[in-house]
Nanobody
Framework: VQLVESGGGLVQPGGSLRLSCAAS????????MSWYRQGAGKERELVAL????????DYADSVKGRFAISRDNAKNTVYLQMNNLKPEDTAVYYC??????????WGQGTQVTVSS
């Protein structure tokens, strides 16, 4: 089982990034997928999730209207489109695949830095 995030980097406030998480080693289409983030000195927090089947999405209040999660089951990939980025969005972003509440997998994380 492997989750590999990509797409992080340095962006100015108001800019955009799209994160990708490529999954392998399990039946991607049957898993709920989510993005978490952890800022320096902070706890890891849920940013967005997308269920399967159905593709229901949910977001943290702090990113509603700015971030969008999506998935491509044919490519075994989940995305996080991040628009109008703010300095407080600076964090390491992690992809999570959940088979059950007690069986889940994490990616290695990708750094997002929002700074002028």
């Amino acid at each position: 089982v492997q989750l590999v995030e990509s797409g992080g980097g340095l962006v100015q406030p108001g800019g955009s990034l799209r994160l990708s998480c490529a999954a392998s080693g399990f039946t991607f289409s049957s898993l709920d997928m989510s993005w978490y983030r952890q800022g320096a000195g902070k706890e890891r927090e849920l940013v967005a999730l997308i269920t399967s089947p159905g593709g229901r999405t949910d977001y943290a209040d702090s990113v509603k209207g700015r971030f969008a999660i999506s998935r491509d089951n044919a490519k075994n990939t989940v995305y996080l489109q991040m628009n109008n980025l703010k300095p407080e969005d600076t964090a390491v972003y992690y992809c999570k695949a959940e088979l059950t509440p007690s069986i889940f997998y994490w990616g290695q994380g990708t750094q997002v830095t929002v700074s002028s």
